[in-house]
Each structure stands twice: as structure tokens, then as C-alpha cells.
């Protein structure tokens, strides 16, 4: 599993307007905005991002994913300083 592989299986199930995934190949860390976020707090927003990519966790695929979830107001936000 590499990279793109992530990206897409979030992009899949999430309707992303920035996506980064960076990792080694076992553990994996991204940063994702995406307005599906609105409302919601950070454990929900996680739990959306576990489910798209849930099945490759349970196995060696895909070991560790942490990542930081925005709403696009957010995103431009910490973009700004």
C-alpha cells in the first residue's frame, strides 16, 4: 500500500478539497480537508476517515494512520497563521 493507494481509498468515501498522506510505508499520517466535516468533532470526523480505509487496517497494509482533519474555514485558517 503505498501513498496513492491512501489517498484513494479516502477519496473514495470522502469528498476531499485537500488531501496529503505522507508515511513509510506502515504508518501513515495525513492531513485532510473536506466541508463533509462541518458540525462535526474530531473524533467523528476520524471515525469517517477509519471507515473508508478500515478494511486495510486489519491487515499489514496498513498499520497506523494518525492524521489532522479540517473543514475548508479551518484549513484556510491555520494556512493564514
Known amino acids: 500500500m503505498n501513498a496513492d493507494d ?4 479516502i477519496t ?3 469528498a ?3 488531501i496529503e498522506i505522507d508515511g513509510d510505508g506502515h504508518h501513515w499520517y495525513a492531513v485532510i480537508v473536506s466541508a463533509a ?3 462535526k468533532r474530531p473524533i467523528q470526523r ?3 476517515v477509519y471507515g473508508a480505509v478500515r478494511a486495510h487496517m486489519d491487515s499489514e497494509a496498513l498499520h ?7 473543514t475548508p474555514a479551518e484549513w484556510e485558517q491555520a494556512r493564514q497563521g
Open 37 to 39: 466535516f462541518e458540525g
Open 16 to 18: 476531499c478539497e485537500h
Open 6 to 9: 491512501i489517498r484513494q481509498l
Open 64 to 70: 497506523a494512520l494518525s492524521m489532522k482533519t479540517f
Open 12 to 14: 473514495d468515501q470522502l
Open 46 to 48: 476520524h471515525q469517517q
